[in-house]
């Protein structure tokens, strides 16, 4: 009897053991999608993004943001799968997407708000390390 007790013990922590971690590989993926978003945007740790978010936006504000960044990785991620392009290229339309993504963003945001992204912007360009040829 002790016997069929353990085995069954052994079996139940089995499961749970078999159900925990997909749950946790799950969790660690939904915490991990914005920052590969971030990157894959060229932006380190979503830096664009974030300091748009930070400005106290107006939920009208908020999803015309998300659909403009949503918009933007689309077109981000045509530009770096495209084989035709060269390196060049790509960083040219890269910063041509770019220019885009803040005419976009300055036709929303009001003129105090683009006043504080243009100030969080220049700081996080002066903190940036010096690119390396």
Do not use: R, W, Y
Request: overall charge neutral; glycine content about 6%; hydrophobic content about 40%.
């Amino acid at each position: 009897m002790k016997i069929d007790g353990l085995l069954g013990g052994l079996v139940s922590l089995g499961v749970v053991a078999a159900l925990a971690v997909p749950c946790a590989q799950a969790n660690s993926q939904a915490t991990t999608a914005p920052q590969t978003a971030a990157k894959e945007m060229g932006m380190h740790h979503g830096g664009l993004e974030a300091a748009v978010q930070s400005l106290n936006l107006t939920d009208d504000q908020k999803a015309k943001v998300k659909d403009i960044f949503a918009d933007a990785k689309t077109k981000h991620q045509a530009i770096s799968s495209d084989a035709s392009l060269s390196d060049e290229q790509k960083k040219a339309k890269t910063k041509e997407l770019h220019g885009a993504i803040m005419a976009k963003l300055n036709e929303v945001l009001t003129p105090e708000q683009q006043t504080e992204l243009k100030t969080k912007m220049e700081a996080a360009k002066a903190a940036k390390p010096p690119a390396h040829p």
